[in-house]
């Protein structure tokens, strides 16, 4: 299996600037996380989705910010407009509940926006 | 919000075993403790989890003691490859919402 796959790995935009991060979880898994890494703030879970349905999107910081899970091997996570500060690292991670918390996480988007 | 308290910082020689504080002092009985490890510029990674017992795999040893409110992630043998990030993580028994902390960066030393 490939893992979970993310695209794109690194990403440099303008402010206002409309990005989109996608992400394909593994096969057979139920569960999809999307997290943000900052140096200020740390891991922070955004949304998860569970049979491509949102669960709890309560961490998605401000109306500026969308996901999608439109079947179950793909994801997005939209930002329109964008900001300087949502410079971080976007994972993706997927899981099912055989697993009993075992989530499997992507290498990640860099994203910098200027 | 994290659950837990870890050290910031912890160093341990290569070759020897390295132990891994957590507290969780308000877990509920319903709760796992998780153990996630982060390499620099990768994804985590998970080491193990555990409700009650002891737990041991390939990569690590878990001890819970009985009272629930702690534990110690130990790596028996540290490598110059187990510098990380390790993050402990409590979470209820679905264990599909984690919240990471800040974590403990252990640096092994040769």
């Known amino acids: 299996d490939a893992g979970v796959i993310q695209s794109p790995r690194h990403e440099v935009t303008e402010m206002g600037q409309e990005v989109t991060l996608r992400c394909k979880p593994i096969?057979?898994?139920?569960?999809l996380f999307w997290y943000r890494q900052t140096m200020m703030r740390g891991l922070e879970l955004l949304i998860y989705?569970?049979?491509?349905?949102?669960?709890?999107d309560s961490g998605m910081p401000e109306d500026r910010f969308s996901a999608k899970m439109p079947n179950a091997s793909f994801s997005t996570l939209k930002i329109q407009p964008s900001e300087p500060r949502d410079s971080a690292v976007y994972f993706c991670?997927?899981?099912?509940?055989?697993?009993?918390?075992?989530?499997?996480f992507g290498p990640g988007t860099r994203l910098t926006v200027t | 919000d994290a659950k837990t308290t870890q050290p910031t910082s912890m160093d341990c020689a290569e070759g020897r075993a390295a132990n891994l504080p957590c507290n969780h002092s308000?877990?509920?009985?319903?709760?796992?403790v998780y153990w996630y490890r982060q390499i620099h510029s990768q994804g985590p990674q998970y080491i193990i989890h555990?409700?009650?017992n002891n737990e041991t795999n390939e990569m690590a040893s878990l001890i819970i003691t009985e009272d629930r409110k702690s534990s110690t992630l130990i790596l028996p043998h540290a490598t110059l490859r187990d510098t990380a990030v390790y993050y402990c993580?409590?979470?209820?028994?679905?264990?599909?919402?984690?919240?990471f902390g800040t974590g403990t960066s252990l640096t092994v030393i040769p």
């Open positions: 991670a997927s899981s099912t509940l055989a697993l009993r918390g075992e989530q499997y």
């Open positions: 096969s057979g898994h139920d569960y």
């Open positions: 989705f569970n049979n491509n349905v949102p669960i709890d």
């Open positions: 308000t877990i509920s009985g319903n709760e796992y």
């Open positions: 555990g409700l009650k």
């Open positions: 993580i409590v979470s209820p028994t679905t264990g599909n919402q984690f919240y």
